[in-house]
């Protein structure tokens, strides 16, 4: 039988691998950047300009107000009060057929409107590889992958923490996301180019997995960088630190249930009322919603199945109304 914790750790492993979210680049407005530009941690102001002027097209806000609600003066002075923007930085890129380019490792970020870059760091999270390019059992790879699923997750968990907690600039940003990427590829993302596009001039290189006969196999992009805006949603992340939770301090027992399954005896309805079973029952329940609305018989021996079980255990009520599915109270 399959233990407790490693259900849990496969149940939060696909919950991480739905945040590996795919960026594209091409149809939404976005900006490319110089890395060694973007190692100052700043954007230039026109391309800063240009992402902001995006989303307030986006936000629609009337004539003489900015998306947030304030009217900007004639020289912009408002500007500096402005809320940042939630953006995505693409450090490595592979350029599509059809044009524009997706992600192949991105980092999340603030912009501030004067153009300064705040990263956005988090355990398997930021920076990331887009789960679609991480190759796992059971699941088709697209044209060009980076590597291999678990080895993103044993580099998250082992290395990348720590780096997480001392980045403190942007470059530094970059240079864990770099790690990263080298970590998973089992190279670097200019070796990891040139491999790809025939240029590898170290034989003993072995060339990224890619299938020419799927689209998506054009040249990959390192020395420029793409930002745009994204605002990511972390509607998982409750769960996430319960599996967390879990892993620290081990599984309750309900929830060790729930996974093993029932091992004991099961306890027959109209017997909890043999013997003394009814008045120990009434002692752990001596009230109902009122004199006038008594419990039934069936929705008395609900409560009591309930209040004589053990911690984990689960009780199932089932059957026509008044038989205690949802009338009494603890």
């Known amino acids: 039988m399959v233990e407790t914790a490693a259900i849990t750790d496969y149940l939060a492993r696909a919950l991480q691998r739905g945040r590996l979210d795919e960026v594209a680049f091409g149809?939404?407005?976005?900006?490319?950047?110089?890395?060694?530009?973007?190692?100052s941690g700043y954007l230039p102001e026109e391309q800063t300009q240009t992402?902001?002027?995006?989303?307030?097209?986006?936000?629609?806000?009337?004539?003489?107000?900015?998306?947030?609600?304030?009217t900007d003066g004639e020289d912009g002075a408002d500007d500096k009060d402005r809320p940042p923007l939630s953006v995505v930085v693409s450090t490595v890129s592979l350029e599509l057929p059809g044009?524009?380019?997706?992600?192949?490792?991105?980092?999340?970020?603030?912009?501030?409107?004067?153009?300064?870059?705040?990263?956005?760091?988090?355990?398997?999270?930021?920076?990331?590889?887009?789960?679609?390019?991480?190759?796992?059992?059971?699941?088709?790879?697209?044209a060009v992958m980076v590597g291999d699923l678990d080895a993103f997750w044993a580099f998250s968990r082992q290395q990348l923490g720590a780096g997480v907690s001392q980045t403190t600039s942007f470059a530094g940003a970059l240079d864990l996301a770099d790690s990263l990427f080298a970590a998973v590829a089992g190279r670097s993302a200019a070796d990891f180019a040139a491999a790809l596009s025939g240029n590898d001039q170290d034989s003993g290189n072995v060339s990224p997995p890619v299938?020419?006969?799927?689209?998506?196999?054009?040249?990959?992009?390192h020395d420029l960088c793409f930002v745009r805006e994204l605002d990511r949603v972390n509607a998982v992340g409750p769960l996430l630190d319960l599996y967390d939770h879990v892993a620290d301090h081990g599984a309750p027992p309900l929830l060790e249930r729930m996974c093993q399954g029932w091992s004991g005896a099961r306890i027959a309805e109209r017997a909890i009322h043999e013997g003394e079973g009814l008045y120990e029952a009434?002692?752990?329940?001596?009230?109902?919603?009122?004199?006038?609305?008594?419990?039934?018989?069936?929705?008395?021996?609900?409560?009591h199945a309930f209040l004589s079980g053990e911690e984990g255990d689960v009780t199932a009520v089932s059957g026509p109304p008044g038989t205690g599915k949802t009338m009494w109270r603890i």
Request: glycine fraction near 10%; include cysteine; charge should be negative.
């Open 99 to 142: 044009g524009g380019h997706t992600g192949l490792l991105l980092l999340e970020a603030k912009l501030f409107p004067d153009g300064r870059l705040e990263p956005v760091l988090e355990t398997a999270s930021s920076p990331w590889i887009p789960s679609e390019r991480l190759s796992s059992p059971m699941i088709g790879d697209w």
């Open 51 to 70: 992402l902001f002027d995006a989303h307030d097209d986006v936000a629609a806000p009337s004539d003489g107000e900015s998306s947030d609600g304030a």
């Open 211 to 221: 299938r020419p006969d799927m689209p998506g196999s054009g040249r990959v992009e």
């Open 27 to 39: 149809d939404d407005p976005y900006v490319a950047v110089p890395r060694s530009l973007l190692r």
């Open 282 to 303: 009434m002692k752990l329940s001596c009230g109902s919603m009122s004199d006038g609305f008594p419990l039934t018989p069936s929705q008395r021996r609900a409560v």
